[in-house]
């Protein structure tokens, strides 16, 4: 709006600046499981009431997709919220508080910077393309076991998929799976800010760095002599030219681990059910790989998993609101491609649509998902094959939904379908 000025001259009137604490924002019960259940009618209705913000039990949500886009790079005036994810879980002094502070994750500036450069070689676009030959292989002998079966729960199937392939790139055995399914299971509710869960994330904690010790003790004792340079041998270099300490290399382990396993798990199994309803993309997939590209694309905008926390550590203005330092901000980019002011026709699923690319599902900024090429190739390999050797699946029980908070998706996906045999694959990329 332009005012009269006294010389005749508009002049624009400056916004109102309004602080944080004096709006009048609607409330998201997150933690509520009929909000996980179907979150995005409350998210409309609280952009009707502020384009943007929203509160929550813990702190404030950013409800829409060009605030989330625009406050995610702003590294220097934020940090990943995993203290305060601490201080909610009553975790300070436990195993699991002590990771969930100290790993890469959690990092800032230098210390961040130092630890991803290590193994950010290990996740670049052509290392995932190299690795697609052991996703082929994985999905390949995980359908000839499951597929004879004719009904199962998806959600289990695909458990299998992620962290097998995890393995396979760390250097860790294929019998390892067993072992550490269950811990990864549980570890995928650490952001989901419920106490009760404390304790079993300590159990998985536990497990886990034993697991992880072990496989260093045995590989420092067995080298690799083929040439090959897995992620375990790249580690064990490292530390060895005193780049990494001891802890951080089995925190970067078990990282790698939890980090790639219920994300990837989750994104599959929600490009199921989507698929489910959608038998005609489907069968496009069974025939066409670069057709499996778009859909996994268009399916990490249409629904996906996480919710990012993070903690202001500097007063910053937004719009017209001042954020003071010390906010918990939650960007729940899980539903953030289904903003209609950003996307055309948003609750369609259309892998044709031109801006395939501009979902946030991996994140912003320098915290921006390492594995991200690893998934795309993961979830792209699978739906291929998925799609030819288990045909025309049908939902046969309903779901559950998982927290919202942390990683977000479904809770069992039970079908039934006529199994096909495997069929020669186009080598792609
Ligand atoms: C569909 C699957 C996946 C999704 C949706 C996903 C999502 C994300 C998101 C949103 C972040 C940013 C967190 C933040 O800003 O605080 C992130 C970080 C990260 N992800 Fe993924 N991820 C997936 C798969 C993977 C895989 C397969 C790996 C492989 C190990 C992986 C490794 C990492 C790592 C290491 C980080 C931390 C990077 C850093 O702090 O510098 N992710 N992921």
Known sequence: MSKRAGRGMARLEMPKMQKLAELDLPDLPMEDPAFSENPLPHFAAAREM????????????ITQYDAMRDLLWLDHSMTTANQGVVDIMNAEGTRWGRFQKEMLGARQGEAHKRIRSVIAPAFTPQQA?????????????????????RAFDFEEFASHFPITVMCGLIGAPPEAVPRIRASLEAFGLSFSLDREHLPMLEDAMKLLDAFVQDLVAERRKNRRSDGERDLLEILIDTLESGGLSERELYDLLIFALVAGYDTSKNALTLLMDAMIQRPDLYQRCADDFRFCQKVTEENFRYLTTSTIPRLTTKDLTYRDVIIPAGTMLFFPVSIAGRDKLAFEHADDFDPERPDLRKHLTFGMGVHICLGQFIARAQIQEGLHQIAQRIRNPRRVGPSAWRPFYGV????GLPIEFDPAPAQELATVE
């Open 50 to 61: 502020h384009p943007w913000l929203a509160t929550c039990a813990f702190g404030f949500v």
């Open 129 to 149: 393309n190299r690795h697609r030959s052991l996703m082929r292989k994985v999905i390949a002998d995980l359908l000839d076991e499951w597929a004879p079966k």
């Open 408 to 411: 977000w998706g479904l809770r």
